[in-house]
């Protein structure tokens, strides 16, 4: 919106600079996530109590957290949307796509989080799973008829690696954006935990996002230019924000947790965001940490299946750390830190080509 009104209609040319607009969209939402939060968590904190709460009793040093109100991730989605309005284009294709990501999956979030407060169980997996395919096709379908999108899948590292992999494209990405949303949602099981390498990503892909948007940056460095793709560095901007001003309540201890709203919405983001800066391989780098939470659970399940005996104390494998006696904040510190550095392995890529 001011994006219009300051650089279009008054010709103030300073706001038509995407690293600008980014840096005013992060700290609008950080800002305005700082001031609703206090407000969001007494009312939901209230709400819990009449509720009667939510049962985490599964490891012993989760019984203080019954109260602990959920669904701030919903505030995270209304807080990028508004950030994300003031400062985008609103002529660019890529970011109301990813507007849509977040509303339909973080509706979808919000949605489970209500009917587990109100009936202690969430939605089904079936019915959860099938919203979830039918948003990322949406999304996915939308991405491969636009004109100025293709359906290539790029390889880091090589400059010459790449296939077209037609209209099986589109079931590639259904399954990216799917299967990320998932396992960002399997990470949250902690203070601070699932928040802290879901913004070291966002943070990886803005320069992904802003390279790639960029004719000349990104024939220097040998990556595929997506014309658009550089608007999509203000729309992580904002989200970056509102998830630093989510991380300000939501570290240990928590004074509020994302809950599927935030957790299903967001991997749905990341995922598109890999597609749409045909990043779709380094995804599972710098989300790394993601990567493993998932193999965690499936290697448990998969195993326990065929032999009736467990690898892990408990899945995912962030809770099998503190089976172990890992205190629960030095868990979330380290992982934050193995983030940091998949990310600068991911990030390596823009040069070893």
Same mark, same amino acid.
């Given at each position: 919106m001011l994006?219009? $009104?300051l650089y279009q209609y008054f010709d103030i040319n300073l706001f038509k600079y995407i690293t600008l607009r980014g840096f005013l969209a992060l700290l609008t939402a950080f800002f305005i996530s700082l001031i609703i939060y206090p407000i969001l @968590? /007494? /009312?939901l904190k209230a709400l819990q109590r009449l509720k009667g709460g939510y049962e985490r009793d599964f490891l012993d040093n989760h019984t203080g957290k019954k109260y602990t109100p959920s669904m701030g991730g919903m505030l995270i989605s209304i807080t990028v949307l &508004?950030? %994300?309005l003031l400062w985008c284009r609103f002529d660019n294709f890529f970011v109301w796509v990813l507007l849509f990501v977040l509303l339909s999956f973080g509706i979808l979030g919000f949605w489970d989080d209500w009917m587990k407060l109100n009936s202690k169980r969430g939605l089904s997996a079936k019915t959860k799973f099938s919203f979830q395919v039918l &948003? +990322? %096709?949406a999304a996915s379908l939308a991405l491969y008829f636009y004109p100025k999108f293709n359906s290539v899948l790029y390889f880091p590292f090589f400059k010459e690696l790449y296939f077209d992999l037609g209209f099986f494209y589109v079931l &590639? =990405? @259904?399954f990216i954006i799917v299967a990320t949303s998932n396992a960002v949602n399997l990470t949250d099981g902690l203070d601070g935990l +699932? @928040?802290?390498p879901a913004l070291i990503s966002v943070s990886a892909f803005s @320069?992904? +996002?802003? $390279? +790639?948007g960029n004719a000349v940056l990104s024939r220097y460095l040998f990556l595929p230019y997506v014309e658009g793709s550089g608007e999509v560095a203000v729309f992580l901007m904002a989200l970056l924000g509102a998830g630093l001003g989510f991380l300000w309540f939501n570290s240990f201890p928590a004074d509020i947790f994302m809950g599927d709203s935030g957790s299903l919405s967001i991997g749905a983001v990341l995922g598109t965001t890999a597609i749409i800066t045909k990043q779709e391989i380094v995804l599972a780098i710098v989300g790394g940490i993601f990567v493993v939470e998932t193999l965690s659970v499936i290697i448990q399940v998969t195993y326990f299946k065929l032999t009736g005996k467990r690898i892990?104390? =408990?899945a995912p494998i962030h809770h099998h750390f503190e089976k172990m006696g890992i205190p629960e904040n030095k868990i979330v510190v380290r992982v934050w830190i193995i983030s940091i550095i998949l990310a600068i392995v991911a990030l390596s890529t823009l040069k070893i080509r």
């Open positions: 994006y219009h $009104i @968590i /007494k /009312k &508004f950030s %994300t &948003f +990322a %096709t &590639f =990405m @259904i +699932a @928040i802290g @320069i992904f +996002a802003y $390279i +790639a892990f104390l =408990m």
